[in-house]
């Protein structure tokens, strides 16, 4: 459907936990996070209803994210629910990659299409130091495993910190010489945690990465369903994508809404508020009730962030802000 500014959303974002094997230092706090008790964690079955009636507003493509997904059990069944509504034609996963490898069978089975692994260096002594303990082996192990599925589309997100080494960009982007992987470098977003780092934004790191590749070519094919831009080096089998969303607002093309774990409909990352889609699944409404909550929740979707004005906000558009971490809504 088109919400109120003409845009079409056809893509939601699901959150199926809050809970995370990471703590990711501009995600979560060490001590870990006070979990929400399952009973206000969807259920499988009303996320799928959330789905399939969302295919009603022109939603076809779901991407299932966290927290970390694949700590819910049961997730790949969750896949292959969603993948069988008619309707929906994509099922995308966002994951650290530390469970993957023993799960990418079933999920590639069920029906995944894609896998987004999240991986902000290749130096396993920073990786532990950034996650709080993560074992890069293991995120690696997973990138492997999917790697070996021809069909599944595979990208790799990379969050560039300040104080990051540069090096870090150009091993990561060299991944994309050999292999057909997208590497997306994602800027960090003030959004929780996220607002007390500095990110480097995509004009530095491509710059980084012309120093050792060469001039890139624009990639104009049609890659995914997001706001990144690709260029293509010389020599490369894949792609590098940005996605500026702090330098370069890519807003008035926005196609997406976000269903956090308990159940807000969420029309964008920075605004609180949404519809509560799981007072109304667990009151008896009815699809057609629920349809009704869903369209008018999209049609209002906000024109656009303020992520670089917020410090000029009034107190009042300040209030409206989205005080949720990134965890929680859904990264
Ligand atoms: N645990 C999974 C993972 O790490 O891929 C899924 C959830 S995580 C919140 C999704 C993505 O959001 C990760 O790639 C993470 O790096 C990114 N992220 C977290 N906080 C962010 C922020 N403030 N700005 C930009 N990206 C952020
Ligand atoms: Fe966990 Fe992902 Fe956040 Fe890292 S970015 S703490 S892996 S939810």
Known sequence: MEDQYGRKIDYMRVSVTDRCNLRCIYCMPPEGIRSIPHDRILTYDEIARVCRIGTGLGISKIRLTGGEPLVRKGLTGLVEMVRKIPGIEKVSLTTNGILLS?????????????VNISLDTLDPVCYRELTRGGELERALGGLEAALSFPRLSVKINCVPLDDAGEEDWIGLAALAEER???VRFIEMMPVGLGKKFRGRNSDEVLKVLESSFGTPEKYTGRLGSGPA????????????????????????????VRLTS???????LQYGGGADLRELLRSGADDRQI???????????PAGHHFTEEREMTDRERSCLEEKEMWSIGG
């Open 102 to 114: 023993g799960n990418i069978n079933e999920l590639v089975s069920n029906g995944l299409d894609g």
């Open 180 to 182: 057909d992987v997208e």
């Open 229 to 256: 831009a690709y260029v293509q080096f010389p020599g490369f089998r894949g792609r590098i994508g940005f996605i500026s969303a702090v330098s370069h607002r890519f807003c008035s093309s926005c196609n997406r």
């Open 262 to 268: 308990e159940g807000m409909l969420k029309p964008c």
């Open 291 to 301: 349809e009704e909550k869903m369209r008018e929740t999209v049609f209002r979707k």
